[in-house]
Each structure stands twice: as structure tokens, then as C-alpha cells.
């Protein structure tokens, strides 16, 4: 009896010592997980919020059109839409129905160059430039908007306006000779589908520099920043899909006529005079606020 209790207690005691060590491993590993989870949340919320750089040689390294230095002259833009390598829009996009607006409205070839000038700058390199129009193109498409509508700054509607006070400064002013030569490289490559902006995430709708560029994301927003440029975004809302080019939209721009100078003097005057240069910082906003809203 007395050798049964004994064997009866030791068994007790074994189960003791096995309960206490699985409570400890249970605790432990407990621990362990949670640790590492909140570790793996930290990692991914550094990563989710961490830029990515993309240098314009990847943008720039494919195609017969950048081995041959098409990019890098004045000559006009090649026949087929321009598209990295990892566009989700691997055929471009289907741009026609802008072409109407254009042509009814010569001047907005002149403020596209104003813009992009204010922008990027007028010596950027030209995929750059491309890049730079393609997003406000891009907005109007998502958006449901007129080119008129996006190319708009807050001096001109507090509200609606997109772009920076001095984008469309005084000394970011295009010259006729330089609207043409825009209008026959930029505007023709942008219009016949040219998709650069999109280096995976779709197509982007908006830049910004500075404290916006740092804002945008820390939200999250999906983008990039080309290296020695301005940071892309995928800005919504997204009301409307991005058609894709179809063979039918590289015939033909319908641009129409128009006097460039008279353009030119009629935004003179909405024009100011740039504070930094000939790049302006173009979302250091001076007085409204630097997070742009919806518009």
C-alpha cells in the first residue's frame, strides 16, 4: 500500500513538472509570437511607408527608342505608344478623347508646357517631361475632369486648383519655339498612349516634392520618386477605368490651329514671378495647406 501511494505521488509529481513545463513553453513560445508579430507589423509598416526610388535608366531601358537617343533630341516621338516594362497597361492608353478639347482649345498646348516647365523644368530630360504631363492627363481620365479643370492652380481656384502657385510662374514661361517643339515630342507621345509613369502600380494621377511628397507617403499612397525629381502617386478618386490604345488611337492628333504668341500672351497674366528659380519647389504651398485635398 505504502509502495502503490508512493508510485501514486511520484506520478502526480511527474504530471506537476510536465503541466508546469508545457504552461512555460505555452508562455514562452506566447512571447516568442507575439514578439515576432509585432516585429513583422513594424517591418511592414517601415516597408509599406519607406519610398522607393526609381532611376530614370529603368524607366529609359528598353526599347529602340531610347537606344537610339530619340529621347534625348528634338526629334518628334516614335509611332508607338511609349510603356515600361512593367505597365499594368502594357498596350498604353487610349488618350482620343482629349483630342477634341485640344483642338478647340489651342492654349492648353501652352499651358501643358507652362506646367511642365514650372513643374520639372524646362531643361528635365524628356521622358521626364512625358511623365510629368501623362499625370495630369491620367487625372482627367480618373477623375471625369477637362484638361482645363486639371491644369488649374490654387491662384486660379483656391478649390479646384491642383497645382502650386508658382508653377506657372514668369520664368517658367515657354517660348513659341519651345510650345512646338513640346507639342511635337511631349504632347505627341502623351497622346498616342505613352504609359512611363506606370512602373507597376498603374498609372500615376499626381506629383509632389517636399513636405506633400513626405506626407503622401506616410499615408501610404502607392508611388515612387525618381531619383533627383519629384515623387508619382496614384492619387484618386478613380471614377473611370484607363482604356487601353487601340490601333485606331494612333492615327491622327486633330490638334487644330491656333496662334502660339497669342497664347502665350493670354496666360502672361495669370503668370507670377517664380521665388526659387527655374524649378520651384512645386508643392511648398504658399498658404493654403500642403495636403492637397480632392478636387
Same mark, same amino acid.
Given at each position: 500500500?505504502?509502495?502503490?501511494?508512493?508510485?501514486?505521488?511520484?506520478?502526480?509529481?511527474?504530471?506537476?513538472?510536465?503541466?508546469?513545463?508545457?504552461?512555460?513553453?505555452?508562455?514562452?513560445?506566447?512571447?516568442?509570437?507575439?514578439?515576432?508579430?509585432?516585429?513583422?507589423?513594424?517591418?511592414?509598416?517601415?516597408?509599406?511607408?519607406?519610398?522607393?526610388?526609381?532611376?530614370?535608366? /529603368? =524607366?529609359?531601358? $528598353?526599347?529602340?527608342?531610347?537606344?537610339?537617343?530619340? @529621347?534625348?533630341?528634338? #526629334?518628334?516621338?516614335?509611332? *508607338?505608344?511609349?510603356?515600361?516594362?512593367?505597365?499594368?497597361?502594357?498596350?498604353?492608353?487610349?488618350?482620343?478623347?482629349?483630342?477634341?478639347?485640344?483642338?478647340?482649345?489651342?492654349?492648353?498646348?501652352?499651358?501643358?508646357?507652362?506646367?511642365?516647365?514650372?513643374?520639372?523644368?524646362?531643361?528635365?530630360?524628356?521622358?521626364?517631361?512625358?511623365?510629368?504631363?501623362?499625370?495630369?492627363?491620367?487625372?482627367?481620365?480618373?477623375?471625369?475632369?477637362?484638361?482645363?479643370?486639371?491644369?488649374?492652380?490654387?491662384?486660379?481656384?483656391?478649390?479646384?486648383?491642383?497645382?502650386?502657385?508658382?508653377?506657372?510662374?514668369?520664368?517658367?514661361?515657354?517660348?513659341?519655339? /519651345? =510650345?512646338?517643339? $513640346?507639342?511635337?515630342?511631349?504632347?505627341?507621345?502623351? @497622346?498616342?498612349?505613352? #504609359?512611363?509613369?506606370?512602373? *507597376?502600380?498603374?498609372?500615376?494621377?499626381?506629383?509632389?516634392?517636399?513636405?506633400?511628397?513626405?506626407?503622401?507617403?506616410?499615408?501610404?499612397?502607392?508611388?515612387?520618386?525618381?531619383?533627383?525629381?519629384?515623387?508619382?502617386?496614384?492619387?484618386?478618386?478613380?471614377?473611370?477605368?484607363?482604356?487601353?490604345?487601340?490601333?485606331?488611337?494612333?492615327?491622327?492628333?486633330?490638334?487644330?490651329?491656333?496662334?502660339?504668341?497669342?497664347?502665350?500672351?493670354?496666360?502672361?497674366?495669370?503668370?507670377?514671378?517664380?521665388?526659387?528659380?527655374?524649378?520651384?519647389?512645386?508643392?511648398?504651398?504658399?498658404?493654403?495647406?500642403?495636403?492637397?485635398?480632392?478636387?
Amino acid at each position: 500500500m505504502k509502495k502503490l501511494t508512493a508510485s501514486s505521488a511520484l506520478c502526480v509529481g511527474l504530471s506537476l513538472l510536465a503541466t508546469q513545463a508545457e504552461a512555460q513553453h505555452k508562455t514562452h513560445s506566447g512571447v516568442v509570437h507575439i514578439q515576432a508579430e509585432a516585429q513583422h507589423k513594424t517591418y511592414s509598416a517601415v516597408v509599406h511607408t519607406q519610398r522607393e526610388y526609381v532611376r530614370l535608366a /529603368e =524607366v529609359c531601358a $528598353f526599347g529602340f527608342w531610347c537606344d537610339a537617343g530619340i @529621347l534625348n533630341s528634338n #526629334n518628334p516621338a516614335p509611332p *508607338g505608344p511609349l510603356v515600361t516594362p512593367k505597365a499594368k497597361l502594357a498596350h498604353g492608353i487610349d488618350r482620343s478623347q482629349f483630342r477634341l478639347e485640344i483642338a478647340s482649345h489651342p492654349e492648353l498646348v501652352v499651358k501643358m508646357t507652362h506646367m511642365v516647365f514650372g513643374e520639372v523644368g524646362r531643361q528635365a530630360p524628356l521622358p521626364v517631361k512625358i511623365i510629368q504631363l501623362e499625370t495630369a492627363f491620367n487625372r482627367a481620365q480618373a477623375r471625369g475632369q477637362t484638361l482645363a479643370h486639371v491644369l488649374l492652380s490654387v491662384k486660379e481656384s483656391p478649390n479646384d486648383g491642383y497645382y502650386a502657385i508658382d508653377t506657372y510662374c514668369a520664368a517658367a514661361e515657354p517660348m513659341p519655339g /519651345e =510650345v512646338e517643339t $513640346f507639342e511635337k515630342t511631349v504632347l505627341t507621345a502623351v @497622346l498616342q498612349g505613352s #504609359n512611363l509613369s506606370d512602373i *507597376g502600380y498603374g498609372p500615376m494621377t499626381g506629383n509632389a516634392s517636399a513636405d506633400v511628397a513626405t506626407h503622401q507617403f506616410a499615408k501610404g499612397d502607392p508611388g515612387y520618386q525618381l531619383q533627383a525629381g519629384d515623387a508619382y502617386f496614384r492619387e484618386g478618386p478613380f471614377i473611370n477605368d484607363f482604356p487601353e490604345s487601340s490601333r485606331s488611337a494612333l492615327f491622327g492628333l486633330g490638334l487644330g490651329g491656333g496662334s502660339y504668341s497669342a497664347s502665350v500672351a493670354t496666360l502672361r497674366a495669370a503668370g507670377s514671378s517664380c521665388s526659387r528659380g527655374l524649378r520651384p519647389s512645386s508643392r511648398t504651398h504658399q498658404g493654403p495647406a500642403p495636403v492637397r485635398a480632392v478636387r
